[in-house]
C-alpha cells in the first residue's frame, strides 16, 4: 500500500471513529432524557390525580350539607348536581390512580378510600330520600357526626396519598439525576478513549511518515555515495609531469 493510500486511509478511519462515537453518545443521552420525562411526566399526571382526590374530598362536605338542608329548588338542584359531579370526579381520579400506583400501600389506601367514599355516598342518599318521603324530616345529629367523621377519615387518606405520590416525584428526580451524571460520566469516558484511540492514530500516522522519510532518505544518501565512488578518479597534471 502507498503511503499516501495509508495516510488518507488512517484518517478517514480516526473520523469515521470519531462519527461513530458521537452518534452512540447522542442516542444515549437522548434515550436516558426521553425515559427521564416519561416517568416524570406519568409521575406529574399521579400527583394531579391526588390532587384532583384531595380537592373534591373537602367540597363534598360543604356539597353535603348545601343539599340536604336547602330546601329550595333551584339551590337544591345545583347543590345536588355539585354532589354527584364531586363523586364522580373522584371516582375517575381514584380509578386512574389505582391504576397508574401499583404499590402495596397505595392500593390499600385507595381500597379504604373507595370504601369510605361508597358510605360517604350512601348516607347522603339515604338523607335524600328520607326527605323526599318525609318533607318534614330533620335530619338527626349522629347523621352529621358520623358523616363528618367519614370525610375526615378520607380527608386523611387524600392527604397521604398526595403526600406519596410527592415523594415518589422526588426520589424519582433524585434517581434521575443520578443517572444523568452516569450517562454524563459514561460520555466522558467515551470521549476519553476516543482520545487516546485519537492521539495513538496521530503517533503511528508521524512514526510511518517518519519511517517512510527515513528510508527515503537512506536510499538518496545511498545513491548518492554509490555515484561518487563510480566516478573515475581524476589526476592532477602535475603528478604526471
Known amino acids: ?28 443521552l437522548e434515550q436516558t432524557t426521553v425515559n427521564m420525562n416519561v416517568v416524570i411526566n406519568d409521575l406529574n399526571d399521579r400527583i394531579e390525580m391526588a390532587s384532583t382526590i384531595k380537592d373534591e374530598t373537602s367540597r363534598i362536605g360543604l356539597e353535603l ?4 338542608t336547602n330546601r329550595g329548588d333551584a339551590i337544591h338542584l345545583m347543590a345536588t348536581n355539585n354532589w354527584e359531579d364531586s363523586h364522580t370526579k373522584l371516582q375517575e381520579a381514584i380509578d386512574s390512580l389505582e391504576q397508574k400506583d401499583t404499590e402495596v400501600k397505595s392500593q ?29 324530616f330533620k335530619i338527626p345529629d349522629a347523621f352529621w357526626t358520623d358523616s363528618e367523621l367519614i370525610r375526615q377519615r378520607m380527608v386523611q387518606i387524600s392527604d397521604l396519598l398526595y403526600g406519596l405520590q410527592e415523594q415518589k416525584l422526588k426520589d424519582e428526580l433524585l434517581r434521575s439525576k443520578v443517572t444523568y451524571n452516569w450517562a454524563v460520566t459514561i460520555i ?5 478513549i476516543a482520545l487516546c484511540i485519537g492521539i495513538g492514530f496521530t ?13 527515503v532518505t537512506a536510499v538518496m544518501r545511498s545513491a548518492t555515495k554509490s555515484d561518487l565512488d563510480s566516478l573515475p578518479e581524476l589526476r592532477s597534471p602535475l603528478r604526471e609531469s
Not at 65 to 68: A, E, N, P, Y
Open 1 to 28: 500500500m502507498k503511503f499516501k493510500t495509508k495516510l488518507y486511509t488512517s484518517i478517514g478511519s480516526l473520523l469515521l471513529l470519531f462519527f461513530i462515537i458521537a452518534i452512540i453518545l447522542m442516542k444515549m
Open 65 to 68: 350539607s348545601s343539599m340536604v
Open 108 to 136: 390499600a389506601l385507595m381500597a379504604k378510600f373507595k370504601t369510605l367514599n361508597e358510605s360517604y355516598q350512601n348516607m347522603g342518599q339515604q338523607a335524600l330520600t328520607s326527605q323526599k318521603l318525609n318533607g318534614e
Open 188 to 192: 466522558y469516558i467515551y470521549l476519553a
Open 203 to 215: 503517533v503511528w500516522i508521524i512514526r510511518s511518515m517518519t519511517n517512510n522519510l527515513n528510508k
